[in-house]
Every structure is written in structure tokens, then in C-alpha cells.
């Protein structure tokens, strides 16, 4: 079992940019992908990111694309999703999900899942 918990959402001031981050509780990533999706209110979860196991491959989706970032740490412990040039468009509930060794865009294959950070509308 991987316990995943995000942290970073909360306020932030127009065209500034946030971090999130997702943390296996008592292990790494090694061997996991790690994908962040989004859910706003009355929608669908949404695929926003993903990052392979080894670090080295992403996927974002065109909405996003120049203006997030997916990394790691060094030692695989923590995944980054930082937002820059927030817009109108991108609050919502972030999560993190993780699946052993691939990162598909789609929710349903991912295994483990974070209870969400918000990331509310830039004040």
C-alpha cells in the first residue's frame, strides 16, 4: 500500500507561481509513475501531468503545456508540480495518483491516490 500526500495549494497572487508536491508516506518512488490530475467543482477529473519512474519522461496535457513543470527530487522521494502564469482555468482540487512503472494520462489505472490539495482562484 502507498499513502500519497500532497501539499502546497493555497493562496496565490496573480502570475505567481505555486508548488505542489506529493510524498509517498515511508518510501520512494523509485519504480512508480506519478501523475496529477484535477478536478474543479461540478466536473470530471481531469489528467494534468505525469512523470515516468525514472524521472527522465513527462506528459502534460496542451493546457498546461509551457507553463507547468513536473520533476523529482534526487532521491525520488518527493514530485513536484509547479504552476507558473496561473489561469482562470486551472483552480481546482490537485492530486497526485501513482501506478508501478508506467504514467498513463487516463485516472482509471492508477492504483494509489492523494486526498488532494486546493489551488484556488489567484487573489
Known amino acids: 500500500q502507498v499513502q500519497l500526500v500532497e501539499s502546497g495549494g493555497g493562496l496565490v497572487q496573480a502570475g505567481d507561481s505555486l508548488a505542489l508536491s506529493c510524498g509517498a508516506s515511508?518510501?520512494?518512488?523509485?519504480?512508480?509513475?506519478v501523475g496529477w490530475f484535477r478536478q474543479a467543482p461540478g466536473k470530471e477529473r481531469e489528467f494534468v501531468a505525469a512523470l515516468s519512474w525514472n524521472g527522465y519522461s513527462t506528459r502534460n496535457v496542451d493546457s498546461v503545456q509551457g507553463r507547468f513543470t513536473n520533476s523529482q527530487n534526487n532521491a525520488n522521494e518527493k514530485v513536484y508540480l509547479r504552476i507558473n502564469r496561473p489561469k482562470p482555468w486551472d483552480p481546482a482540487l490537485y492530486f497526485c495518483?501513482?501506478?508501478?512503472?508506467?504514467?498513463?494520462?487516463?485516472?482509471?489505472?492508477?492504483?494509489?491516490w492523494g486526498q488532494g490539495t486546493q489551488v484556488p482562484l489567484p487573489a
Open positions: 495518483a501513482a501506478l508501478p512503472r508506467i504514467f498513463p494520462t487516463a485516472p482509471a489505472p492508477y492504483t494509489f
Open positions: 515511508g518510501r520512494t518512488f523509485d519504480n512508480y509513475g
